[in-house]
């Protein structure tokens, strides 16, 4: 039997050839019940003598249908499925009777449709199944306007028919059967007469002690955070060399290092008392055009042969979440994005900018629930407990202009590609600047490196990701928080929120500590303690992910904690704060600081003008010796035409009325 790809499914020159092809199922309609046994008796053809009496014709005593009857079975493979899966039982008889009635020794359809009678006495079941090629790539060929996959083939979805009750419960399988024209509309269909489902390496994983003894190379050399940072700096630029290519501090050890943090998260996590909704890493990077972003993370997953990786553009919401399909006679399909279709696997979306502000709101309820449900025409509930990795360049999302992250003054804000509530739902945000690289780096052989590493190679890389995503992690005793790890999770999580907490980039928030316990988890898988089924935790790992995260946030790429101290500044007002700002502004020459502020008790903006009315005081005068030294407080801010006040002034207002 031939083996081809999906998109060939549709060449003429397949059209009734027996064709095997791997594929995802990604929509499943309602089963159908399709007559595939009759029973067809026929009581004969009368005709008239010369005597005018009735007899009947003598052809008709040489047909098998004619007395008795017959039973005619359907094989799997009879093109008459194609006419007859969608058909009613009245529709079915009387197609069955046309095509029998050709066969008859007379092949007088409209006389022996009049005898011929047929009984159902079997049924085959046929389950309408939306189909994908098993890919790890799916791009957008601006050439030929259309997604096509690592092989440069079309990747698009057909309609199949799979005959019998068969287990569709696997990720993949290999289809054995004949492409076909459905008769109502003339698109290639596939028909499926024979199922086997397809495992993958995960799926075929053993953790034998060859392997054992080779991920023990993973281990750190002792059980201190610098030890587990070596160990990590190692992994990342072993990687760099062997797999990616794509060198330069920022890329391998917070781009790349993320990814493999990503690689490295469970599909569920048992903390404080109770499995979180999400377990598995959420991960955006976003940087400068040509920066080697996109093509490190391909280069991994094309190396490891373990995660897809899926351009935002091409895919959309539909291609990402579900989609509802149209299969015949009304009836819809609901069809299953890459997102659900990879849970427990990885999923990296780039051009993620592409993404409309309604998309990303949509695929954050999803991402946060570790389930997708569709609540429409149809209904239907999925599992989507991914590892996902989007990869973004720049983008205003009030004016859709494109931008560089050198427009921005802390660079953290070019993350902001979405809404607020979407942007806090991802664990860790890295930045990629023009200039994070040297020319040198960039134009580094890979000859010049890949043999200074020993380990780990693909291979060690390979087998660490099945060991990762094999473990049983539905299982709460396979977590295992070493010397009060989960309360050094807590004390981490309270720093990270004094240090980074920002009400315009709100990703360490209330729910830090859930983000601190995911990184956590994802380290001790990346760089173990042991090597065996569970998750061992230390108060070490959980440290290292602070440090981690202050190198990420304070790499002046990102610029996150300068961006975090500014808003501090102009939002939170401390006792000790209080007191210095009372001071400073009563210490305003003629007392006009305290006049100058109550201007904003019931204005948010205030003219320019009307201050220096206020005040009595010349424009010039207002603007070069009192309104700096409320502006260096972090009391108002600039605006057009005047100034705004600022929540740290609420604040101050509100303690003064209520002293007052």
Same mark, same amino acid.
Request: hydrophobic share 35%.
């Given at each position: 039997?031939?083996?081809?790809?999906?998109?060939?499914?549709?060449? &003429?020159?397949?059209?009734?050839?027996?064709?095997?092809? =791997?594929?995802?199922?990604?929509?499943?309609?309602?089963?159908?019940?399709?007559? @595939?046994? *009759?029973?067809? /008796?026929?009581?004969?053809?009368?005709?008239?003598?010369?005597?005018? /009496?009735? /007899?009947?014709?003598?052809?008709?005593?040489?047909?098998?249908?004619?007395?008795?009857?017959?039973?005619? +079975?359907? /094989? +799997?493979d009879d093109p008459l499925y194609y006419k007859i899966i969608h058909q009613t039982n009245e529709q079915v008889a009387a197609t069955i009777k046309r095509h029998l009635a050709a066969s008859t020794p007379i092949g007088i359809y409209d006389e022996c449709r009049k005898s011929l009678r047929i009984e159902f006495i079997d049924i085959v079941l046929v389950r309408p199944v939306q189909i994908a090629p098993k890919v790890s790539k799916i791009a957008y060929d601006n050439d030929m306007s259309k997604a096509v996959d690592e092989s440069?083939?079309?990747?698009?979805?057909?309609?199949?028919?799979?005959?019998?009750?068969?287990?569709?419960?696997?990720?993949?399988? +290999?289809?054995?059967?004949?492409?076909? @024209?459905?008769?109502a509309t003339q698109e290639v269909a596939f028909w499926v007469n024979n199922v086997t489902a397809d495992h993958d390496l995960v799926d075929n994983f053993c953790l034998t002690e060859t392997i054992k003894s080779e991920l023990e190379h993973f281990l750190p050399t002792e059980p201190t955070v610098k030890s587990i940072d070596d160990k990590f700096n190692a992994i990342t630029k072993a990687v760099t060399c062997k797999m990616t290519n794509i060198y330069g501090k920022n890329h391998e050890r917070h781009a790349l290092g993320a990814a493999l943090l990503t690689y490295a998260s469970p599909k569920e996590l048992y903390f404080d008392e109770q499995f979180l909704p999400r377990a598995s890493l959420n991960i955006l990077i976003v940087g400068d055009t040509g920066q080697g972003k996109s093509k490190?993370?391909? $280069?991994?997953?094309?190396?490891?042969?373990?995660?897809?990786?899926?351009?935002?553009?091409?895919?959309?919401?539909?291609?990402?979440?579900?989609?509802?399909?149209?299969?015949?006679?009304? @009836?819809?399909?609901?069809?299953?994005?890459?997102?659900?279709? $990879?849970?427990?696997?990885?999923?990296?979306?780039?051009? &993620?900018?592409? *993404?409309?502000?309604?998309?990303w709101a949509e695929m954050t309820r999803a991402r946060s629930e570790g389930k997708i449900e569709v609540h429409r025409s149809k209904h239907g509930e999925h599992e989507m407990?991914?590892?996902?990795? *989007?990869?973004?360049?720049?983008?205003?999302?009030?004016?859709?202009?494109?931008?560089?992250?050198?427009?921005?003054? *802390?660079?953290?804000?070019?993350?902001?590609?979405? =809404?607020?509530?979407?942007?806090?739902?991802?664990?860790?945000?890295?930045?990629?600047?023009?200039?994070?690289?040297?020319?040198?780096?960039? !134009?580094?052989?890979?000859?010049? $490196?890949?043999?200074?590493?020993?380990?780990?190679?693909?291979? !060690?890389?390979? =087998?660490?990701?099945?060991?990762?995503?094999?473990?049983?992690?539905?299982?709460?005793?396979?977590?295992?928080?070493?010397?009060?790890?989960?309360?050094?999770?807590?004390?981490? @999580?309270?720093?990270l929120i004094s240090k980074y907490r920002a009400d315009g980039i709100p990703l360490l928030i209330e729910d830090t500590k859930e983000k601190v316990a995911r990184l956590s988890a994802a380290i001790s898988n990346l760089v173990p303690t042991t090597i065996d089924d569970k998750v061992h935790i230390t108060p070490q790992h959980v440290e290292w992910v602070e440090m981690w995260l202050n190198s990420n946030y304070s790499h002046p790429s990102s610029a996150f904690d300068k961006y975090a101290a500014k808003q501090r500044a102009t939002t939170t007002l401390s006792e000790t704060e209080y007191d210095t700002v009372l001071n400073e502004v009563n210490g305003l020459k003629d007392g006009c600081g305290m006049v100058l502020i109550s201007q904003f008790d019931d204005n948010e903006v205030v003219a320019t003008q009307s201050l220096a009315e206020c005040t009595g005081l010349k424009i010039s005068t207002l603007q070069n010796n009192y309104l700096p030294v409320l502006r260096n407080l972090g009391l108002i801010r600039s605006r057009k035409g005047g100034y705004a006040r600022t929540p740290k002034l609420v604040k101050f207002l509100r303690q003064q009325n209520t002293m007052n």
């Amino acid at each position: 039997m031939e083996h081809v790809h999906l998109s060939e499914l549709e060449y &003429a020159s397949n059209a009734g050839k027996k064709l095997e092809v =791997n594929v995802i199922i990604t929509g499943k309609g309602e089963a159908l019940q399709v007559p @595939s046994a *009759f029973y067809c /008796q026929c009581t004969g053809y009368e005709i008239s003598t010369l005597n005018g /009496q009735k /007899q009947i014709y003598d052809g008709c005593k040489g047909c098998p249908f004619y007395g008795q009857g017959k039973t005619q +079975t359907l /094989q +799997t493979d009879d093109p008459l499925y194609y006419k007859i899966i969608h058909q009613t039982n009245e529709q079915v008889a009387a197609t069955i009777k046309r095509h029998l009635a050709a066969s008859t020794p007379i092949g007088i359809y409209d006389e022996c449709r009049k005898s011929l009678r047929i009984e159902f006495i079997d049924i085959v079941l046929v389950r309408p199944v939306q189909i994908a090629p098993k890919v790890s790539k799916i791009a957008y060929d601006n050439d030929m306007s259309k997604a096509v996959d690592e092989s440069g083939r079309e990747y698009k979805e057909l309609l199949a028919y799979v005959v019998g009750d068969c287990d569709l419960s696997m990720p993949s399988y +290999t289809f054995h059967g004949m492409p076909f @024209s459905r008769p109502a509309t003339q698109e290639v269909a596939f028909w499926v007469n024979n199922v086997t489902a397809d495992h993958d390496l995960v799926d075929n994983f053993c953790l034998t002690e060859t392997i054992k003894s080779e991920l023990e190379h993973f281990l750190p050399t002792e059980p201190t955070v610098k030890s587990i940072d070596d160990k990590f700096n190692a992994i990342t630029k072993a990687v760099t060399c062997k797999m990616t290519n794509i060198y330069g501090k920022n890329h391998e050890r917070h781009a790349l290092g993320a990814a493999l943090l990503t690689y490295a998260s469970p599909k569920e996590l048992y903390f404080d008392e109770q499995f979180l909704p999400r377990a598995s890493l959420n991960i955006l990077i976003v940087g400068d055009t040509g920066q080697g972003k996109s093509k490190m993370i391909d $280069n991994l997953i094309s190396s490891l042969g373990l995660g897809i990786m899926v351009n935002g553009g091409a895919a959309g919401r539909t291609g990402m979440l579900y989609n509802l399909d149209a299969v015949q006679n009304k @009836s819809r399909m609901l069809r299953w994005g890459v997102m659900p279709l $990879n849970t427990g696997r990885l999923v990296v979306v780039d051009e &993620a900018q592409r *993404f409309s502000i309604e998309e990303w709101a949509e695929m954050t309820r999803a991402r946060s629930e570790g389930k997708i449900e569709v609540h429409r025409s149809k209904h239907g509930e999925h599992e989507m407990k991914t590892r996902l990795l *989007f990869i973004a360049n720049p983008k205003d999302n009030r004016t859709g202009q494109y931008r560089q992250v050198g427009d921005y003054v *802390f660079r953290i804000e070019a993350a902001k590609i979405m =809404n607020d509530q979407d942007l806090r739902r991802f664990d860790v945000v890295v930045i990629i600047a023009t200039g994070d690289a040297s020319v040198d780096e960039v !134009n580094r052989l890979r000859a010049d $490196n890949v043999d200074r590493y020993d380990f780990p190679t693909v291979e !060690n890389m390979r =087998n660490w990701v099945c060991w990762v995503w094999s473990k049983k992690y539905h299982q709460r005793d396979i977590f295992v928080y070493h010397n009060k790890a989960e309360e050094k999770i807590v004390e981490v @999580s309270q720093r990270l929120i004094s240090k980074y907490r920002a009400d315009g980039i709100p990703l360490l928030i209330e729910d830090t500590k859930e983000k601190v316990a995911r990184l956590s988890a994802a380290i001790s898988n990346l760089v173990p303690t042991t090597i065996d089924d569970k998750v061992h935790i230390t108060p070490q790992h959980v440290e290292w992910v602070e440090m981690w995260l202050n190198s990420n946030y304070s790499h002046p790429s990102s610029a996150f904690d300068k961006y975090a101290a500014k808003q501090r500044a102009t939002t939170t007002l401390s006792e000790t704060e209080y007191d210095t700002v009372l001071n400073e502004v009563n210490g305003l020459k003629d007392g006009c600081g305290m006049v100058l502020i109550s201007q904003f008790d019931d204005n948010e903006v205030v003219a320019t003008q009307s201050l220096a009315e206020c005040t009595g005081l010349k424009i010039s005068t207002l603007q070069n010796n009192y309104l700096p030294v409320l502006r260096n407080l972090g009391l108002i801010r600039s605006r057009k035409g005047g100034y705004a006040r600022t929540p740290k002034l609420v604040k101050f207002l509100r303690q003064q009325n209520t002293m007052n």
